[in-house]
């Protein structure tokens, strides 16, 4: 079983970026496809990147394109969100996630493929 910590949420102004981490322990993340979904209040939880076990392959949805980017680095167990441009309706809980993939070019994009959760970091984009 494998352990998500995020780290790197706070405030930023409007058009700002921010960097979010997210370290794994227990076991090694090469194992998992690994994606960041975030939720807002009052809102669904939201897949807004993934990247597949052998991070040759990612996936953003349209609307996130160009301003997120997501990474990992398996030898530092460690998966990484690049946010940039951001804005107020960014503000959200941003939480990492993995899937024990099988096949190491899989991206999963649904959250219910998703097998294990971190606490969640918060993101406040301020106007």
């Known amino acids: 079983q494998v352990q998500l910590v995020e780290s790197g949420g706070g405030l930023v102004q409007a058009g700002g970026s921010l960097r979010l981490s997210c370290a794994a322990s227990?076991?090694?993340?090469?194992?998992?496809?690994m994606g960041w979904f975030r939720q807002a209040p009052g809102k669904e939880r939201e897949l807004v990147a993934a990247?597949?076990?052998?991070?040759?392959?990612?996936y953003y949805p349209d609307s996130l394109k160009g301003r997120f980017i997501i990474s990992r680095d398996n030898a530092r167990n460690t998966v990484t969100l690049q946010m940039n441009s951001l804005n107020p309706e960014d503000t959200a809980v941003y939480y990492c996630?993995?899937?024990?993939?099988?096949?190491?070019?899989?991206?999963?994009?649904?959250?219910?493929?998703?097998?294990?959760w971190g606490q969640g970091t918060q993101v406040t984009v301020s106007s």
């Open positions: 990247i597949s076990r052998s991070g040759s392959n990612t």
């Open positions: 227990g076991r090694t993340v090469s194992m998992y496809a």
């Open positions: 996630a993995a899937d024990r993939a099988y096949y190491p070019l899989v991206v999963p994009t649904t959250l219910s493929e998703y097998d294990y």
